[in-house]
């Protein structure tokens, strides 16, 4: 550390001394690594949110017939002509194994309170990544100042010193 050359007061601190640049790069990686971590688990919650609305389609339309004509999977390679019946009648996942018989109307209830919380959980996950990227902006921002040689210059401030010199002046 070096003296400022107003009397003594004041500090001057280079930047790489206080933030060296390859700690700073470290830094930044390390963000940047768990924002590909967030993406990740946005994309798959994002997933969740096109399944759920998809679901939400099918089960809304699956009672406006009494039963639907359908191909049924046999095996692997093979299907067979299928009817489906009791088309307002729907086994609802409520948590830990339980399920739940419900009518394609409290179904969609159901699942339309599910979609709410994945889309708060994007949202969340959205804020997230915001403050994550502002945080490897500022350690780029950091390790790119460190390297350019920046210096901090600190000088104390004191209230007399500066009454006097004011006074002295006039102002």
């Given at each position: ?21 390859s700690e700073a790069q470290k830094a930044a990686k390390r963000v ?16 969740f949110v096109t399944e759920n609305t998809s679901l939400i389609t ?37 948590g830990d194994g339980y399920y739940a018989e419900r009518t394609a ?67």
């Amino acid at each position: 550390m070096e003296e400022a050359a107003t009397g003594g007061r004041g500090t001057v601190t280079p930047f790489a001394s206080m933030f060296p640049a390859s700690e700073a790069q470290k830094a930044a990686k390390r963000v940047e690594e768990k924002i590909g971590e967030k993406q990740k688990e946005l994309d798959s919650i994002k997933e969740f949110v096109t399944e759920n609305t998809s679901l939400i389609t099918l089960v809304s339309r699956l009672p406006d017939e009494l039963n639907h004509d359908i191909m049924v999977p046999f095996g692997k390679a093979a299907f067979f002509p299928g009817r489906l019946i009791h088309t307002n009648e729907f086994m609802v996942l409520l948590g830990d194994g339980y399920y739940a018989e419900r009518t394609a109307k409290q179904t969609v209830e159901i699942l339309t309170r599910r979609g709410k919380a994945l889309d708060s959980q994007v949202e969340s996950l959205m804020a997230n990544m915001k403050d994550l990227k502002a945080e490897a902006s500022f350690f780029d921002v950091t390790a790119s100042e460190a390297a350019e040689g920046l210096v901090e210059i600190r000088e104390d401030y004191v209230e007399e010193i500066f009454r006097e010199k004011h006074s002295k002046s006039g102002k």
